[in-house]
């Protein structure tokens, strides 16, 4: 029988406060601010025994049992069991509006949100604890399957309701069973085609901006069945700015086709942005005009939505691409990891606004999360030893040769000049390339494969007239030197100049001498004649790898 696998996405569906009488949004309102105030209570008793409640060999795990009994009396218990007729912080008598189901789904909200602070505190140093005073607003609870329902009632008021668990007057009345509230949703077609994927296994209700939401957690599960017998081949993905996406598929017998995805309309939206929140931010300082900071939020707001949904809609393009190449490939992708980049983009380093704003606008990190997230709801393995996602480090993978694994140069940003054996082509290109060949060397299968052609370059010799280059040496030195604490060797490196992203001809991508040197290199075949792919197969030889 074939494993099962699967993937938890989120399905955010509006809530129709306007069709909900003023008792149903009051009593919906209580049950929020109970479970927050519930949650921060579990939150400060985990603060207050945390070395006691912290296990795991990483120390990042908070032990469950024990917060329960720290917090709940237990006299019905099993046969053996004793009986807690006191406990140090008794949050069932403190907070008597509260099932005990409800009290443990508070409880575990606390936990998950300790757990996610301790996993940063591992990455970084400076994190804020879930109890700084400076954490307001509401907090809600995980709501699981046995205590909500969603149901299709087609009425006058709503199609679709969210059909919860209303125990805040039980303890007051005595009553065995919990009442129910019933609130109506906005739910589209898109909003029932992701919900019908899997099964809806909890939910969260909460607010913002004044707009009441519930979000669906959704578990889509899957059979992993046996891999056809396809050719191996993979797509080294280079992310950039300009162009967002650079992808070149690399096949067991060629270096097959490079692809482009550009979002000019996101990056001239993004600079009007940016504009009008520089005008806002002079008005601000002069005190000139009411209300900026609040149109400056909204900006913000706006800005933030418009800049995700360009990145779903490239994200979607790649995706439709790799469908096409997983009918003929049994596909492994590549994609460049930045480490550092934003190090360049802080204030005082002599870099310009615009430099900065071109790095702050860069969200790479967001593309290479929807590509993963994505292609798992497809039934990828992302993560562990048999991922078919790697993340490689794109130190010096834009200004190593392909061809001879030398260092060359860039006169522009678009354009790659090797001086050691004359090989000219775009820059993202001869990235996507290298990040390729570096993920065939990570994986050992892939490099004892017919992909093992590919993970060393070709030694080329020098040719005449191109300046003192020392022959069969790599002119990249064994360790670039660490220029500041915290901030690599590629924050320094020609590949991130970003100067010369520029609207002048001479200094863009639309230079004639770089569209006559580089766009015709994207048709779907090698960009060399068979003879030299041969020689290339045939080649020996290594590329510095940081």
Known sequence: MANTMGVVIAVKVPIKTDRMTKRARQRLRQIVGRDTRTIKAHLGVIEQHEKQLIIGRRKTRINESLLHELTLTAIYVKKGASQRLSV???????????????????????????????????????????????????????????????????????????????????????RRTHRRLRIPLSISPIHLEQLSKGKIKAIQIFTKDGKWWVTFSVQIEFEKLPEELKPLAVLGIDLGIKKTICSTLLTESKVSETRYFKQDEKIALMEKYDRLVSSLQIQRDNHSSEG????????????????????????????????????KYTLYIAIGKVFGIRNTAKRGNRRGKRFRGMIHRWTFRRVTNMIKHSLAQRGWVTEGKDSRIILVHEAWTSIICWKCGHKGRRPKQSLFICPHCGFKTNADRNGSLNIARRSIRLIRHLNESGLGRWSSPERGTAPKAQGKISRGKSTLPKRPPILMKGESAVVRSVQMDLFSFCEKTDLSDHDPAVEKAVENLTAVESDVSTSKQKKEARSMGGMPFQ
Do not use: M
């Open 88 to 174: 140090l912080h008794d949050l069932k008598q403190r907070f008597q509006r509260i099932s005990q189901n409800e009290l443990a789904e508070c409880r575990r909200t606390a936990i998950a949100i300790w757990e996610s602070y301790l996993a940063l505190r591992e990455k970084r140093a400076s994190v804020s604890r879930p109890t700084s005073k400076n954490r307001s607003g509401r907090i809600p609870r995980w709501i699981f399957t046995q205590r909500f329902n969603l149901i299709e009632d087609n009425n006058s008021a709503a199609r679709w309701w969210l059909d919860i668990r209303d125990s805040l007057d039980s303890r007051r009345l005595n």
């Open 292 to 327: 900026v900071i609040q149109r400056l939020k909204a900006i913000r707001r706006k800005r933030q939505r418009v800049s995700i949904e360009y990145d779903r809609l490239i994200v979607h393009q790649l995706l439709e691409y790799i469908a096409e190449l997983e009918k």
